[in-house]
């Protein structure tokens, strides 16, 4: 049996630090950026917030219903293995595995992006900012190496910072159509359904993470409860949020907006000051660190619970005394940094928005298969139905090219499952 200090290793996420690394791996890179993709759309993207919001939240508690009724699966992916079979639960966890490693790609990139700024040499060629999204990746790593704690402190921490640039673009858009300064743009005189499919799917990336507190359930005190309570009350919130920002932006004009490469640093230099502006990129930049450390975290849980589930081999369920997957870390991340690398010749914009599409198809696998597994044993089905069909129209939002990528990767998935154990893993002994 576990002592309190063992388990305060294995499990060191309460309430606060499971909400935390909910909200943290949600206000990313995406929410910084999304302005620009949106700005097109102009209100027809809160339409689209609305019905991602109200997808996300559906899945959210249909996830956390799954988690209570199985306590003993170790995560969302061991849920779907339980719920829909074994070979369903490893195309699926190898799909989430991909959307996060190269989600961190992309997370990281931003983040060299946002640094720029201060650093004018990571701009100066492509190469230079894939070198510093590398290392910001390995620097991540080596924290998370210290055990899921020390990740979880600096998540907490991060997140708290990460709000700022929100609170403060909802501010002065509230100060500015007051004080008439500024005013909405006109309302659209109608919805394009294409128009809509193509919001939600862009919306979605900066609300993927929501899973996450679910996907590391083994690192979380009293699961049954504290997963659920953490999804939801970060998913809601962070989705409010959103929607504020999102209607705050409705006062710039859309082809300013669109012409923009750091849409926050825009709108605060345009109400309020350059110097503010520039406080601004510090705090996007702090968001995409604190972003980029909870999903390196998540690359790590995920392997290991679906090896401790029996769904992948032994190998990946190795871990250190700190019961850090280092083997997997690891991979993950060299996965990752190879991505940058094989895009860095590219932009930091173009590589960034691909590997954005890639990350937010292949986490769409899961969500519908948490939301079928849902149906198929009766459990929170109305959410499941929503959630089920909010992922459809996701699907096809992004379109042939983003879903063709993501099957591929997935099938890739295959000859582990021919390899995998036949019975659940026992714990793995330290390395």
Same mark, same amino acid.
């Given at each position: 049996?576990?002592?309190?200090?063992?388990?305060?290793?294995?499990?060191?996420?309460?309430?606060?630090?499971?909400?935390?690394? *909910?909200?943290?791996?949600?206000?990313?890179?995406?929410?910084?950026?999304?302005?620009?993709?949106?700005?097109?759309?102009?209100?027809?993207?809160?339409?689209?917030?609305?019905?991602?919001?109200?997808?996300?939240?559906?899945?959210?508690?249909?996830?956390?219903?799954?988690?209570?009724?199985?306590?003993?699966?170790?995560?969302?992916?061991?849920? !779907?293995?339980?719920?829909?079979?074994?070979?369903?639960?490893?195309?699926?966890?190898?799909? @989430?595995?991909?959307?996060?490693?190269?989600?961190?790609?992309?997370?990281?990139?931003?983040?060299?992006?946002?640094?720029?700024?201060?650093?004018?040499?990571?701009?100066?060629?492509?190469?230079?900012?894939?070198?510093?999204?590398?290392?910001?990746?390995?620097?991540?790593?080596?924290?998370?190496?210290?055990?899921?704690?020390?990740?979880?402190?600096?998540?907490?921490?991060?997140?708290?910072?990460?709000?700022?640039?929100?609170?403060?673009?909802?501010?002065?858009?509230?100060?500015?159509?007051?004080?008439?300064?500024?005013?909405?743009?006109?309302?659209?005189?109608?919805?394009?359904?294409?128009?809509?499919?193509?919001?939600?799917?862009? !919306?979605?990336?900066?609300?993927?993470?929501?899973?996450?507190?679910?996907?590391?359930?083994?690192?979380?005190?009293?699961?049954?409860?504290?997963?659920?309570?953490?999804?939801?009350?970060?998913?809601?919130?962070?989705?409010?949020? @959103?929607?504020?920002?999102?209607?705050?932006?409705?006062?710039?004009?859309?082809? !300013?907006?669109?012409?923009?490469?750091?849409?926050?640093?825009?709108?605060?230099?345009?109400?309020?000051?350059?110097?503010?502006?520039?406080?601004?990129?510090?705090?996007?930049?702090?968001? !995409?660190?604190?972003?980029?450390?909870?999903? *390196?975290?998540?690359?790590?849980?995920?392997?290991?619970?679906?090896?401790?589930?029996?769904?992948?081999?032994?190998?990946?369920?190795?871990?250190?005394? /700190?019961?850090?997957? #280092?083997?997997?870390?690891?991979?993950?991340?060299?996965?990752?940094?190879?991505?940058?690398?094989?895009?860095?010749?590219?932009?930091?914009?173009?590589?960034?928005?691909?590997?954005?599409?890639?990350?937010?198809?292949?986490?769409?696998?899961? @969500?519908?298969?948490?939301?079928?597994?849902?149906?198929? /044993?009766?459990?929170?089905?109305?959410?499941?139905?929503?959630?089920?069909?909010?992922? #459809?129209?996701?699907?096809?939002?992004?379109?042939?090219?983003?879903?063709?990528?993501?099957?591929?990767?997935?099938?890739?998935?295959?000859?582990? @499952?021919?390899?995998?154990?036949?019975?659940?893993?026992?714990?793995?002994?330290?390395?």
């Amino acid at each position: 049996m576990d002592t309190v200090e063992d388990q305060a290793i294995k499990r060191p996420f309460g309430f606060w630090m499971a909400t935390a690394l *909910v909200v943290g791996g949600m206000i990313g890179s995406g929410i910084f950026m999304m302005p620009v993709g949106l700005a097109p759309l102009g209100w027809i993207a809160m339409i689209a917030w609305i019905v991602s919001i109200a997808g996300a939240v559906s899945l959210a508690f249909t996830m956390s219903r799954l988690a209570q009724a199985i306590p003993a699966a170790t995560g969302a992916i061991a849920i !779907t293995g339980a719920t829909l079979g074994e070979l369903t639960g490893v195309l699926i966890g190898w799909s @989430y595995w991909v959307s996060v490693w190269s989600a961190n790609a992309g997370i990281a990139i931003a983040a060299a992006s946002y640094l720029g700024a201060f650093f004018p040499f990571i701009r100066a060629t492509p190469l230079n900012g894939a070198l510093t999204a590398v290392a910001l990746i390995w620097l991540l790593t080596l924290l998370n190496l210290g055990g899921a704690k020390a990740a979880g402190r600096f998540q907490v921490v991060t997140t708290l910072l990460k709000i700022a640039p929100l609170i403060v673009v909802i501010v002065l858009a509230i100060a500015a159509v007051t004080g008439g300064h500024a005013a909405f743009q006109p309302l659209p005189s109608g919805v394009a359904l294409g128009g809509l499919a193509t919001g939600v799917t862009l !919306t979605l990336f900066p609300l993927v993470g929501f899973e996450a507190a679910g996907v590391a359930a083994e690192r979380v005190r009293d699961p049954a409860r504290n997963v659920m309570r953490a999804t939801m009350a970060g998913t809601t919130g962070t989705g409010l949020l @959103y929607l504020l920002v999102s209607g705050a932006f409705l006062i710039v004009p859309m082809a !300013t907006l669109a012409g923009s490469s750091a849409p926050f640093e825009l709108f605060v230099s345009t109400y309020w000051t350059a110097e503010a502006a520039l406080a601004i990129s510090a705090f996007a930049a702090i968001a !995409t660190i604190g972003a980029l450390n909870g999903w *390196v975290l998540i690359q790590g849980e995920v392997p290991l619970g679906m090896a401790r589930a029996g769904l992948l081999p032994g190998w990946f369920g190795q871990v250190s005394s /700190r019961d850090v997957p #280092v083997r997997v870390l690891f991979l993950s991340s060299s996965l990752a940094s190879v991505l940058v690398l094989f895009n860095s010749s590219a932009s930091l914009g173009q590589v960034f928005v691909f590997m954005a599409l890639l990350a937010t198809c292949s986490s769409l696998w899961l @969500y519908a298969a948490i939301a079928i597994g849902a149906i198929k /044993r009766r459990i929170a089905v109305p959410t499941a139905i929503i959630g089920l069909a909010f992922a #459809v129209v996701a699907f096809w939002g992004a379109g042939e090219k983003a879903f063709a990528w993501s099957f591929a990767l997935m099938a890739t998935a295959l000859p582990l @499952y021919l390899l995998r154990p036949r019975v659940a893993l026992a714990e793995q002994p330290a390395e």
